[in-house]
């Protein structure tokens, strides 16, 4: 059994973690950790998981996580990069679910996070946790940087065709959408019922920081200068993301052409779905469930080519990806534990 701590068990990724792990046959969760609610029983705090977890959250100060054979970081960013040096050192793997590790120039780190990097010499050796574009980096990791939830969707429609050098890279367009999970569980007026229930609004729109993640992660899959304008938006919903991308064709190539190279590259990807082209992926097609879907249009058959991906921002665009990393490092079924069918309706 692979021995589980997760720091930062009383946020959305942390319990989506707790759903997930507690019923995955290869692991044990040893440690789960709180600074508020030291003692209190996991399943008093989430009555979902009565029955499940019979742990009490610890107070990271009183736990001792070198005993496990793997963290993960639900935490805010900079948590991380504070334990992650004692705990390779002492043999323990890490996913960090948040943004310590996801870039490898520590000043853009700096520049867009607004926090020091405290152990930029472990930047180049984290290993960014797509699977789909990553995965025998990802099965050989000491250290995972779990992609952010916007990117992940941005990466899996843009790197087929950047690839294959069928559209040009320096106007990339992401319109992208998220539920009001995606900003955490912690206390902020923006995500209070009466501010983000029966509205409907744009924000990051000058500069967000998943651009230069996306962009860095793009160029290096890809080899190629990268340009993208992101615009994230904010969705009365409570889980799911939904990402419109539109890329301009250079190529003439038929919609047959286009699909089928969507279909090859990811044939071996459990958790991509090639929906037929012209399709119109929904949301809750995804909720609680691991998968990511995607669709191909081009309107009026012209040379802009849509793409539409939607995933669960909690799932495979976080806590689900994190799992999946795991599984690959512990040499286990990428699948195991993962295998939820979205929840309808
Ligand atoms: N929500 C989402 O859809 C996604 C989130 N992420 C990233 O995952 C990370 C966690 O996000 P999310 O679960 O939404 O956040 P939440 O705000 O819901 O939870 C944060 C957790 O971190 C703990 N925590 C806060 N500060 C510290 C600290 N200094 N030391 C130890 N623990 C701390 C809190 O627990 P307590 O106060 O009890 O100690 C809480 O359990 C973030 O970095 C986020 O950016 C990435 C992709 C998607
Ligand atoms: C709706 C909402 O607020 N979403 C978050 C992104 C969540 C995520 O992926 O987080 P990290 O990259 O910070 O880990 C945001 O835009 O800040």
Excluded at 47 to 74: E, H, I, M, Q, Y
Excluded at 89 to 111: P, S, W, Y
Excluded at 127 to 136: A, K, S, T
Excluded at 300 to 318: E, H, P, Y
Aim: glycine fraction near 8%; aromatic fraction near 6%; hydrophobic fraction near 40%.
């Amino acid at each position: 059994m692979i021995k589980v701590g997760i720091v930062g068990g009383t946020g959305y990724t942390g319990v989506e973690l707790l759903r997930l792990l507690s019923v995955h046959p290869d692991v044990e969760l040893t440690a789960i950790t709180s600074r508020k609610e030291d003692g209190l029983p996991v399943a008093d705090m989430f009555p979902s998981l009565r029955g499940k977890v019979d742990l009490a959250f610890s107070a990271p100060d009183k736990v001792d996580l070198s005993k496990c054979d793997v963290v993960f970081f639900a935490t805010p960013h900079g948590v991380a990069m504070a334990q992650a040096p004692a705990l390779l050192a002492a043999g323990v793997k890490v996913i960090d679910l948040a943004a310590d590790f996801r870039l490898k120039n520590q000043e853009t780190f700096e520049q867009w996070y607004k926090i020091p990097h405290t152990c930029p010499e472990l930047l180049e050796e984290a290993v960014y946790g797509l699977p789909e574009l990553n995965r025998e980096a990802v099965k050989n990791a000491r250290l995972i940087a779990n992609p952010g939830c916007y990117p992940t969707t941005m990466q899996l429609g843009f790197v087929p065709l950047l690839k294959a050098n069928l559209i040009d890279a320096s106007a990339l367009i992401a319109d992208a959408k998220s539920g009001v999970s995606g900003a955490g569980r912690k206390a902020e007026i923006s995500t209070l019922f009466s501010e983000s229930s029966d509205n409907f609004k744009a924000y990051g729109v000058s500069g967000h920081r998943h651009t230069p993640e996306t962009v860095a992660q793009l160029q290096r899959f890809t080899g190629l200068p990268v340009n993208l304008i992101f615009t994230p938006h904010l969705v009365p919903m409570i889980r799911g993301m939904h990402s419109t991308l539109y890329a301009r064709l250079t190529t003439d190539i038929s919609n047959e052409a286009l699909q089928e190279l969507f279909e090859s590259t990811y044939k071996d990807a459990p958790f991509v779905d090639v929906m037929p082209f012209g399709s119109h992926p929904e949301t809750r097609s995804t909720r609680g469930s691991n998968m990511l879907r995607l669709a191909l249009h081009r309107p009026n058959n012209g040379n802009t080519l849509v793409i539409l991906v939607v995933q669960d921002n909690l799932v495979k665009g976080a806590s689900g990806q994190a799992v999946q990393c795991m599984n690959l490092m512990f040499g286990l079924d990428e699948t195991l534990g993962l295998q939820q069918v979205a929840l309808l309706p």
